[in-house]
């Protein structure tokens, strides 16, 4: 007969099994890599030693105890001791009695965090078509009348004798032209990438020179860079565009301006790793440069999470709304993205750019 832990230590699922006390008596293979621990570390301790927050878990264990039936839950979030901190899984806690271990319960997870993360990236891509189409057809349909208001407002001024009132088709004609620049931005570039082989520390580097620049002496900005990190083939100007777009919307959420001062220790953080087999979309990278960009600002207000890089949605009173939707779509042109996280006190801006395999020719 097969022996029972070998053929959990075989399963992709991660399993545990507690006692009564809620001490840990088994984990297999599947579970010691979710948790980042070995099986011997833990054995006989608390669940509390391998979970810093186990309300949540204690609350399936102890329904599945009362009623002695399987008891199941979707999405559940558990923050790792040793692993990788936050952890979001689909969990099963079914009762467990014989001899060696009476009153037991079996803990069965699947780890839903890819899962999630795939179904975001999905949506933000579809946010994406979505808004490209959006905003071209915003574009031409402000950009035809907004010609003939300029050409009349130009006429008018040659009928006019009076310096005075001059000043006026002035205003209209400065105003429309910045109306015109706005919906250029709003189209984008009207051509496709211009890649070349570029380190990207270098125009991080640049970035961040710009934004210490703008930014008042009590802000810090902070470099921690991965210097393995091979060269991409990229548009250059488009990629610090999007850089830009992101540093600048950190430094605006650490110094809001109108008189307000800075968070207390405001800073921003550039960082740069490089991760291994990331789904960007339906499709697996085999290497992709993380380029990242954290503030300790307030962070982004939770009505705003699902439609933030759609264009016009701001939470500033003076914002356009356009920062992260055209730095989104100069990313997406690189067949790459940009996803955040947020709470209050930390918000990451991560832009994915996959390495191609003609990157390395």
Not at 21 to 37: K, P, Q, S
Request: hydrophobic fraction near 40%; charged fraction near 20%; glycine fraction near 8%.
């Amino acid at each position: 007969m097969a022996d029972p832990g070998r053929i959990l230590d075989g399963l992709s699922t991660s399993v545990l099994i507690v006692d009564h006390d809620r001490a840990l008596i088994y984990l297999n293979v599947a579970a010691e890599t979710l948790f980042g621990v070995s099986r011997n570390q833990v054995r006989g301790r608390p669940l509390t030693d391998l979970l810093t927050d186990a309300t949540a878990l204690h609350a399936v264990i102890d329904r599945a105890m009362e009623t002695w039936r399987p008891f199941s839950r979707r999405e559940l979030a558990l923050k790792t001791v040793y692993g990788e901190g936050e952890l979001i899984v689909d969990c099963t806690v079914a009762p467990y009695d014989d001899a060696s271990a009476p009153a037991a319960v079996v803990i069965e997870i699947s780890d839903a965090t890819q899962h999630q993360r795939i179904t975001r990236e999905t949506a933000l891509l579809t946010q994406i078509g979505g808004s490209r189409a959006m905003i071209r057809q915003l574009a031409h349909e402000i950009k035809n009348p907004l010609g003939g208001l300029r050409g009349a407002a130009q006429l008018l001024a040659r009928q006019l004798a009076d310096a005075s009132m001059r000043e006026y088709t002035t205003v209209i004609i400065s105003e429309a032209d910045r109306l015109a620049a706005l919906v250029d931005t709003l189209l984008g570039p009207g051509h496709a990438p211009r890649k070349e082989v570029v380190n990207i520390h270098e125009l991080l580097q640049h970035v961040g020179h710009l934004l210490a620049a703008d930014a008042p002496p009590d802000i810090t900005v902070e470099r921690d860079y991965d210097p393995s990190l091979p060269p991409l083939r990229i548009d250059r100007n488009q990629i610090i565009q999007a850089m830009l777009n992101l540093g600048r919307n950190a430094s605006q959420a650490i110094n809001p301006g109108n008189g307000q001062a800075p968070v207390p220790g405001a800073r921003i953080i550039l960082r740069t790793r490089a991760l291994t087999n990331v789904n960007i979309g339906a499709r697996r990278h085999r290497l992709v440069a993380s380029v990242q960009f954290e503030d300790n600002g307030p962070g982004v207000p939770d009505q705003l999470r699902d439609t933030l890089f759609y264009p016009l949605v701001t939470g500033r009173a003076d914002g356009t709304g356009l920062g992260l939707a055209v730095a989104q779509d100069l990313v997406s042109r690189h067949d790459g993205l940009i996803e955040f996280e947020s709470r209050p006190g930390q918000t990451i801006f991560t832009i994915l750019l996959p390495f191609h395999v003609a990157d390395a020719s």
